[in-house]
């Protein structure tokens, strides 16, 4: 069963910083985008981040400048480096991979359990 193990959440203060990790954690055949969606209480889940096999990205406009996704694909993880943090930030951020589990099989999206990113004084 694949999973996505995410780490780096937690509680920061107005203009700080915080980098989440998300690993994928068995081998699988095929990893295409990988990203961040968040939600925060009494919103609709948003995209945060994304970034394609070949490393082409796009942000929400509310994170440019201020987030940077990457990937490792030798080591199947994508990484959200979280600065100049704002309390809107504030939400539980999930990872997702649209991933062929094995060889010549669909790709799906599979999801992180969610980290929780507080960021307040």
């Known amino acids: 069963q694949v999973q996505l193990v995410e780490s780096g959440g937690g509680l920061v203060q107005p203009g700080g910083s915080l980098r989440l990790s998300c690993v994928v954690s068995e081998r699988v055949f095929g990893i295409d985008t990988m990203g961040w969606y968040r939600q925060a209480p009494g919103k609709e889940r948003e995209l945060v981040a994304a970034i394609t096999s070949r490393h082409s990205t796009n942000y929400a406009d509310s994170v440019k400048g201020r987030f940077t996704i990457s990937r490792d694909n030798a080591k199947n993880t994508v990484y959200l480096q979280m600065n100049s943090l704002k309390p809107e930030d504030t939400a539980v951020y999930y990872c997702?991979?649209?991933?062929?589990?094995?060889?010549?099989?669909?790709?799906?999206?599979?999801w992180g359990q969610g980290t929780q990113v507080t960021v307040s004084s």
């Open positions: 997702y991979a649209d991933i062929s589990p094995v060889y010549n099989s669909r790709y799906n999206t599979y």
